[in-house]
C-alpha cells in the first residue's frame, strides 16, 4: 500500500482506508465492533476473544509507539545534518583552494599537481600561451554520492515537524530531505488483528505490520478484518500466496512468498511482494517466527507481547528480533503469581525470582519482570531501558529499549539486588548484588570500571524497626522503572491530541503517576517514614487501647528521633491537586478481568507444551 508523501505525524488520527461502514450489512453469526479507527467482525463463537477494557492497553500503546518512533527519527536526523555539513564543508573548502590556485572548477589544483607529479605540469594543465583547447589526458570527475547511500522511503514530516523545519538544509547534496525511517512491527500473539490493525492505521510510520497466531481460526479471524479495513493484499490471487507466505523468508523488508512449487515467472513473484498489504498475517508458533527473524539484517523495530498469562515463554526470542534501539512492548496477566506468595515456585520458573506480599507488591511485580527481560538481553550482549513500567487492573505492561553493548551488561548486576521484607510492617532491606568500582587510569583520562560482588546487608532475620520477620524475595530489577523523559514525551503527546484516545483521561491519569513515581515513594530509610508516622499521631492522638495488632503498636511505642514539620510547602504545586486524575478502570463493568482462553477449535501443539498462540486479554 502506498504511503503519503504529504503525510505528517502530527495531524488527528489517520484516516480509514476503507469506504464507510455506516451502510455495511454484518453477516450472519458475526458482530461488527468498533474501536477508534478500526472495525473487526466478532464471529458469535469463541474462537478469538477480544476484551474491550484492554482499548486503555492499546491506546497507551501506540502513543509510547508514535513517540518512540519520533525520538528515533530526531536522532537519526540529527546523524544525518552532522553528516551533511561535514560534507558541505568539505565541498566548500575544496573549491576555495581551487579558486586559490586558478584551477577550473571540478579540476585538480596546480598544488595538487605538483605534489604528485613534481613541477612537470605543462602537460596536465591547459597552455595560458595557446589557443588550443587541450587539456588533460583524463578528466576527473568530481565524486558522487552512491544511490544505495541515499535514504529510502517517501519524504514525511514527523511529529516535531516545526523543529525540524528550522534545520538548515544540506548544500550540495542530492537530496536536501531527511526521509524517516519506517518502521516495522511485530505482534507475535494477534488473536483478532485489533491491535495490529490499529498500530497500522493510527501510528503514521509504520511500514507493515506483522500480525502472528498459531491458531488457524484467529488466523481466519485476523485476514477478514484486515481486508474489511483494507490493509490487505489487493487482489484474491495475492490473498492466497498470502495464506502460505513465510516471514522468515523476509530480506531488508522485501517479503518473499514461501510455496511448495517453483512453478510462476519472476514478474509474478514480483508483483506479489510488493503488494502484501500493510498487516501481514503469519500462522505459526511465536518463538519460531520471532527466532526467524533474529539475524541483525531481519530484525524488527517493535516487537509486542501481549500473551494470555505470563510473556516468559517468549522472552528469550523477543529480545534477540529486535534491533538496536528498538522497543520491546511485554503484558503478564498472572498477576496471581507476580503479586502475591501462592506460587513462588512457579514465579521463580517464570521470571527467575521470587515475590513478596506487601503493600508494593505490584511494583516488586514489575521488577521481577524488568529481571527476565534484563538477563534474557544479556545472554547476547543486550541491555534494556526501562521507559514506562506500568501496573494496571489486572495485568502489567512494560516499555523497554533494547541495546548492545558489552560494558551495559556487565552493569546489570549493579542494577539487580534481593530484598529482605519484614511481615510485619513489611520495610524492605536491599541487598545487590554487585558494585562497581571507578577509578581513574594513572596516565589517561579513561576511567577503568572494576565489578565487584557485595558484602550482605542484613545480619539477622529480624526487621530493626519492628522486630518482625524477614522474608526473602528477588532477585528482581532494582533500577529505574522508567524513563521520566520519555514519559513527559508521550504526556504531552496525549495532552496534544486527546481526541486521537478514547481513554486519554486515564492515559493522563497514568502517566502523571508514573511520572512522579507516586507520593510515597522516596529513597528515604523506613526509620525516618516511621518517624513521620508516629509524629502525625503525636499531633493527631489514638486511643492505644484499640490498636490490637502487634507491630503497630511497637511503631508507635519507639521514641520520635526526628519529628516532621507539617505545614504546608511554600512551593508545593502537584498536578494531581490542579485537574481531577483518573488512575483506576471502573469497575465492576462488563468483560471486566482477563476472561477465558478462547476455544479455536482446531487448535494445536507444536514444540512442547505451547497451546493455542491466541491472546484472551488483548
Not at 148 to 164: C, K, T, V
Not at 339 to 350: D, H, V
Not at 565 to 575: C, E, Y
Not at 598 to 612: E, H, I, L, M, Y
Amino acid at each position: 500500500m502506498a504511503d503519503s508523501a504529504s503525510a505528517a505525524m502530527d495531524m488527528p488520527l489517520i484516516q480509514a482506508t476503507y469506504t464507510s461502514l455506516s451502510d455495511f450489512e454484518v453477516p450472519i453469526g458475526f458482530n461488527l465492533h468498533t474501536e477508534n479507527s478500526a472495525s473487526i467482525l466478532l464471529p458469535d463463537t469463541a474462537d478469538a476473544f477480544l476484551n474491550p477494557v484492554q482499548e486503555f492497553n492499546r491506546d497507551l500503546s501506540i502513543a509510547c509507539i508514535r513517540v518512540w518512533s519520533n525520538d528515533l527519527n530526531e536522532k537519526k536526523r540529527e546523524k544525518w545534518l552532522n553528516k551533511n555539513r561535514g560534507k558541505t564543508e568539505r565541498e566548500e573548502k575544496g573549491k576555495r583552494h581551487a579558486e586559490e590556485d586558478g584551477a577550473p572548477e571540478g579540476q585538480p589544483s596546480i598544488k595538487k599537481l605538483k605534489e604528485k607529479f613534481g613541477r612537470n605540469t605543462e602537460a596536465y594543465t591547459q597552455s595560458e600561451d595557446s589557443d588550443s583547447t587541450s587539456t588533460r589526458p583524463m578528466d576527473l570527475e568530481p565524486p558522487t554520492m552512491p544511490a544505495s547511500s541515499q535514504a529510502e522511503g517517501i519524504p514525511m514530516a514527523l511529529e516535531s515537524s516545526d523543529a525540524f523545519s528550522k534545520a538548515p538544509a544540506a548544500v550540495g547534496s542530492k537530496s536536501n530531505e531527511f526521509h524517516p525511517q519506517k518502521i516495522v512491527v511485530l505482534e507475535a500473539l494477534s488473536a483478532t488483528g485489533l491491535r495490529s490493525i490499529r498500530y497500522a492505521k493510527e501510528i503514521p510510520l509504520v511500514r507493515y505490520v506483522i500480525a502472528n497466531d498459531l491458531s488457524p481460526a484467529a488466523t481466519v479471524a485476523m485476514r477478514r478484518n484486515i481486508d474489511l479495513n483494507g490493509l490487505g493484499p489487493t487482489s484474491r490471487a495475492e490473498a492466497e500466496v498470502e495464506g502460505s507466505y513465510n516471514v522468515a523468508n523476509e530480506a531488508e523488508g522485501a517479503a518473499q512468498p514461501s510455496t511448495s512449487s517453483t512453478a510462476g515467472s519472476s514478474k509474478q513473484r514480483k508483483s506479489v511482494t510488493l503488494n502484501l498489504g500493510k498487516v501481514r498475517v503469519n500462522e505459526g508458533d511465536a518463538c519460531d517466527l520471532m527466532y526467524s527473524h533474529r539475524q541483525e539484517r531481519s530484525r524488527v523495530d517493535v516487537v509486542d507481547l501481549d500473551p494470555y498469562g505470563t510473556a516468559a515463554p517468549f522472552i528469550d526470542a523477543a529480545v534477540q528480533c529486535v534491533k538496536d534501539d528498538g522497543l520491546l512492548c511485554v503484558t503478564c496477566t498472572d498477576l496471581s503469581v507476580l503479586a502475591s506468595t501462592n506460587y513462588p515456585e512457579k514465579c521463580f520458573a517464570n521470571y527467575g525470582g521470587i515475590p513478596a506480599k506487601s503493600e508494593y507488591c505490584h511494583e516488586l511485580a514489575l521488577r521481577l519482570v524488568l529481571h527476565s527481560l534484563s538477563t534474557s538481553a544479556a545472554r547476547y550482549g543486550r541491555y534494556i531501558t526501562p521507559l514506562i513500567s506500568l501496573s494496571i487492573d489486572f495485568y502489567v505492561r512494560l516499555f523497554v529499549r533494547i541495546r548492545t553493548a558489552p560494558i551495559e551488561v556487565k552493569r546489570a548486576m549493579t542494577k539487580t539486588s534481593l530484598f529482605h521484607v519484614c511481615n510485619g510492617c513489611q520495610a524492605p532491606y536491599e541487598q545487590p548484588l554487585g558494585r562497581v568500582i571507578e577509578k581513574q587510569g594513572a596516565n589517561s583520562t579513561n576511567t577503568n570500571l572494576q565489578f565487584k560482588t557485595t558484602h550482605s546487608s542484613s545480619n539477622t532475620d529480624t526487621c530493626v524497626e519492628c522486630g518482625g520477620k524477614l522474608h526473602v524475595a528477588g532477585p528482581m530489577w532494582s533500577g529505574p522503572m522508567h524513563d521520566k523523559a520519555f514519559v513527559s514525551k508521550v504526556l504531552k503527546h496525549v495532552e496534544d491530541f486527546p481526541d486521537n484516545y478514547k481513554t486519554s483521561t486515564r492515559m493522563k491519569g497514568m502517566l502523571t503517576l508514573a511520572h512522579q513515581a507516586s507520593s510515597i515513594k522516596t529513597t528515604a530509610p523506613r526509620s525516618a517514614i516511621h518517624d513521620i508516622m508516629r509524629s502525625y499521631i503525636l499531633d493527631h492522638p489514638v486511643k492505644m487501647e484499640r490498636i490490637k495488632e502487634e507491630t503497630a503498636k511497637t511503631l508507635l511505642a519507639t521514641p520520635i528521633a526526628d519529628k516532621a514539620d507539617f505545614s504546608r510547602h511554600p512551593s508545593l504545586d502537584a498536578i494531581s491537586n490542579k485537574i481531577k486524575l483518573v488512575r483506576y478502570q471502573m469497575n465492576p463493568q462488563p468483560n471486566w478481568g482477563p476472561g477465558a482462553r478462547p476455544d479455536a477449535g482446531g487448535k494445536r501443539k507444536r514444540d512442547g507444551d505451547q497451546s493455542v498462540a491466541t491472546r484472551a486479554a488483548e
